[in-house]
């Protein structure tokens, strides 16, 4: 199943290869070394392949093998020291 995104990618599209992108909001994120740190702490769950974050945006964009529970990314990005807004929208 493969579901349609716009350019800034839609939460949880699922590419050709089964895997899944989700773009959550992150508040206070302000340089390379707190993208950094939101990034670390998510590619720990399980499941994660990819991770980018961008400070100026504050969008964190996952790309994992299957959709993940909020919590746990909540629970990550609380760990790095920053607050999960949510999907972005």
């Given at each position: 199943m493969t579901a349609q995104s716009d350019a800034r990618g839609t939460q949880d599209a699922h590419d050709a290869q089964g895997s899944v992108t989700t773009v959550y909001k992150v508040s206070g994120m302000s340089?390379?070394?707190?993208?950094?740190?939101?990034?670390?702490?998510?590619?720990?769950?399980?499941?994660?392949h990819s991770v980018k974050a961008v400070a100026a945006?504050?969008?964190?964009?996952?790309?994992?093998?299957?959709?993940?529970?909020?919590?746990?990314?909540?629970?990550?990005?609380?760990?790095?020291?920053?607050?999960?807004?949510?999907?972005?929208?």
């Amino acid at each position: 199943m493969t579901a349609q995104s716009d350019a800034r990618g839609t939460q949880d599209a699922h590419d050709a290869q089964g895997s899944v992108t989700t773009v959550y909001k992150v508040s206070g994120m302000s340089c390379g070394h707190c993208e950094g740190a939101v990034s670390g702490e998510i590619s720990e769950i399980t499941g994660v392949h990819s991770v980018k974050a961008v400070a100026a945006t504050g969008e964190v964009t996952v790309v994992s093998s299957a959709p993940l529970d909020e919590e746990a990314v909540r629970a990550a990005v609380d760990e790095a020291g920053f607050e999960l807004v949510g999907p972005a929208a």
